[in-house]
Every structure is written in structure tokens, then in C-alpha cells.
DNA sequence: ACAAAAGTGTTGCTGTTACACCCATGG
DNA sequence: CCATGGGTGTAACAGCAACACTTTTGT
């Protein structure tokens, strides 16, 4: 396949999570070579009779066995040298979910979480994709830009959770008093009247977002 | 070509810039069947052998004749009739410039500036796209997300001007006493000590950004 | 009782908002 | 001298940053 204007084209899903006031990646080991037993970002072939977001769409069903959730575009990859044979372009599209969902599916061996700072060995380029996509990412959550902080938090959570979250993912300590205060102060979270304990240690309360606040919130 | 992975890529490039406070756009005017006549984004058919951001830069010096720039991309559009005869993914790259550098050159009667939201008769879905993209870029350029604003003022600009694209982006009007107040005591900007009349009434002061201050800044 | 984790209040500072009059230039 | 557009000050308010001790639970 020289010089032509026929292109392989891929989609990639990064499929995200919070647990554990951590960001996670839910990834695959690849069963056949090339880069048998690495990991990989869940992936499907583009055919040229179905959309990028049909095809997004798919990996998800396929991956989670969940059919529906936050699902949106995100860079695209076109080195030369991204596959061993022909060029490949990847366009990567980030989708964001319930950790206790899926986990709550017969766990497969060849599926698993990931700290997206402590990745296992990844085939192809794809640790690069995953530090270039969640290096774009990074400043949306911290800032909220599309609801991007919500998007990780669908359902109820303490504020300490949150927190530990915010600070992973910011990368630095943030005062709990003035974090607490903001959340509350300007009624961003509403108190579900719920505690929860975790090991030992004072309950904390649980809150889930108040949207009408939230939405459009820049944090 | 039917249900094949072989796919038509096309890059597309939104050149963009401000003008007399306006967010205007570069666009061509087609001269061949189909959509003869009608203005299109530059673009280029991508081949297996180019990266999508070569590609952007030549569609680029094509379009403009200017060898370099800010360019990034933005979103990929893959509905299965964008194109009339078979399915052509369009990757879009904005390409953020100075109106100037391009009116200084010879201006081709094919190559027109357009207010976005004052566009002609476009070909394909690239009205669709401009517009799609455009929202995308208008919340980016009103917080300064990667230095947005900052990238559409290279070279210096009174505080008017930069209000009236300011409030044209946004497209609500804000207090000239506040905005002034903000980026001067902020050391936001600085000021050149030159003057610039336009019309009658009083000449305003030449600023430019302080770009120790602005690179990262949230506004 | 001790260790672990969550909850909370005050003060000073910085930035935002709302608001109206004066100044410099061209015609 | 009039029209046009640019420059400016103040006061109330909101949010942010910096700071340490108390409360609730498990062991």
C-alpha cells in the first residue's frame, strides 16, 4: 500500500474512571501478536461505512458491557510509524464511567484497571497516547471545563473522596477546610442526609452535586 | 468502494483571526464541480504517507503563503454523507493568525475573510463544521484556556479592541471600567506608550500582553 | 486510650461588580 | 462646539488563602 490516498483508521477508547480518589484506565491484554500479552487501549478497525462515534459506541458495548454512557472525542494520532506495517491513524475518544458498574460484570482476567500513573507494559504507542490524552484532560477536570469533574462523580461521594480526586489529579495539596467551605458554601453539593465509614476514622458525609450550581461551573 | 477499512481523509484548516474586534475566518471559493462557486474551508486530501499536521501545514502555506503558525487541531466529523460520492473523514486544525501578514500579501479575489457570523454560501457540511468548531473555540478564547486569547493578539492592540472581540466572542457586553481595570492592574498587559487614533474621539493606548502573566491565566 | 479520618471558623486579601463623569481628538 | 470614542475612582461584595483544634469512629 504505497502513496495512496486510502488510510487505515482506528478508534481507541480510553475508558476513565475515579476510585479511590484515583483516575483509572480500564485497558485489555492483547491475546495475538504483534505485542502479545501487553496491554492495550480497548480498539476497533474503522469501516468506511460506520461513524467514528458508531464505532466508539461499539468498543464500549463490546468492552464494559455497558450500553450507554459519557462518551466524546478526543486527539487523533497519524505518525507514520504508530504500526509496525502501514500507517494507522488513531482517533481516541475518551469515555467516562462507573467503576462499581463494571465491576460489578463477571470480572475478565484480560481486562483491568490501571492508576493512569502507574500503567503496565502497553503495546504500540499507546502509553503515549494515554499520557497525551490525559495531559489534555487534566486541566479540563481541575477547572470543571464541560463539566468534567461532574462527569467523574455521577453518583454520591464525600467530600474527602472528591478531594483526594481533585488533588491526584492536580497534583497538588489543596487546604481541606477552604476545599470543604467552596463545596458547601456555594452549594455545589447537596447533603444526601447518608454517611459513610471507611476503615476507622470519623464518618464522612456523603454529597452528590448539585447540577443546577454545577453545570457551567468553573472551578 | 464498498464496506472496505480503506477510508478518504481529508484535513481541513480553519484560519482564523481577529479583526476590528470580529472573529473572522478564511475561506475559498471553490472553482470546480461540485459546489462550484461556493466557499469552502482550505483543505486537503490526506495521504498514507503525511501526517495530518503536515498536511495542515501545507494546506496552510498554500492558502496563505505565511510558513508558519499556530496551529492545533480541533474536532474529526465522520457522517457517512459529508461527501456525495463515498464516506470522507474530515479532520479540522485551527490555525490562529494575523489578518494583517495575509492582507500585506497579493489579495486573490478566491480568498475572502468572513465574519463567523456572517458566513456565505459554503459547500458540503462545512457550515456545520465552522460552526461546530467555532463553539467549541468560543469558550476557550472567553477564559484564556491555553492561552486562547492571548494567540488571536500577537502584536499590540488598544483595550477597546480587545473588549469589542472579547464581547463579540462571548456575545454579551461587559463594563469598559472593569475590563480596563482588570488586565492593567493585574499587569495583564503592558503599555507600549504609543497611541493610535481611529476616527475621531480620544486615541487609545497601544498595550500588549505581559505574557509572564497571561500564560496560563484564567480570565 | 489511642490512632485514624472528618468536620469546622476567622481574618486578611484579592478580584468582581455596579455605577457616571471627564478627556482627547476629528469635523 | 459638537460628536465620537477612550480613560478613570470608589464602595460593597464574593471568593480565595492561610491558619489548628475538635469530633466521631474502629481497634
Redesign the pocket.
Known amino acids: 500500500m504505497e502513496n495512496s490516498n486510502y488510510n487505515i483508521v482506528e478508534t481507541l477508547l480510553l475508558i476513565l474512571a475515579s476510585d479511590e480518589g484515583k483516575l483509572k484506565i480500564y485497558l485489555e491484554k492483547k491475546k495475538t501478536e504483534p505485542y502479545k500479552g501487553y496491554w492495550v487501549i480497548p480498539n476497533n478497525i474503522l469501516n468506511n461505512q460506520t461513524t467514528l462515534e458508531e464505532n466508539a459506541n461499539n468498543i464500549y458495548l463490546q468492552t464494559t458491557g455497558l450500553d450507554k454512557g459519557t462518551i466524546f472525542q478526543s486527539k487523533a494520532f497519524s505518525a507514520l510509524d504508530r504500526d509496525l506495517n502501514q500507517r494507522v491513524i488513531a482517533i481516541t475518544y475518551i469515555a467516562i464511567t462507573d467503576k462499581t458498574l463494571i465491576d460489578m460484570k463477571k470480572q475478565d482476567k484480560d481486562k483491568s484497571w490501571f492508576q493512569i500513573d502507574e500503567l503496565p507494559k502497553l503495546g504500540y504507542d499507546h502509553e503515549n497516547i494515554i499520557n497525551e490524552v490525559i495531559s489534555e484532560l487534566r486541566p479540563k477536570i481541575t477547572t470543571n471545563y464541560d463539566d468534567m469533574l461532574v462527569k467523574f462523580f455521577p453518583s454520591d461521594f ?4 472528591l ?2 480526586f481533585y488533588e491526584y489529579v492536580l497534583n497538588k495539596p ?9 463545596f ?3 452549594d455545589l453539593v447537596v447533603d444526601t442526609g447518608f ?1 459513610v ?11 452528590r452535586f448539585n447540577l443546577d450550581k454545577m453545570k457551567g461551573k468553573r ?1
Open positions: 464525600t467530600l474527602p473522596e478531594q483526594n489543596i487546604d481541606r477546610r477552604n476545599f470543604h467551605k467552596k458547601v458554601n456555594q454517611k465509614t471507611k476503615g476507622s476514622g470519623r464518618p464522612g458525609t456523603l454529597y472551578i
